[in-house]
């Protein structure tokens, strides 16, 4: 097992996404990011 970071390098920070814990559930909320992403690396 690696340590905490140790492979950090190979990713590159895009942004951060700030979410209203009142307004969304979190099962929903991972359905709609794992959709986006199936969507992304489509492209």
Known sequence: ???TGC???MFEKKGII???NNVCVE??????V???VQRISKQ
Do not use: K, P, R, T
Not at 27 to 32: G, I, S, T, V
């Open 1 to 3: 097992m690696g340590e």
């Open 7 to 9: 492979v950090s390098w």
């Open 18 to 20: 700030l979410v209203n």
């Open 27 to 32: 099962d929903e909320f991972m359905m709609l």
């Open 34 to 36: 794992l959709d986006a």
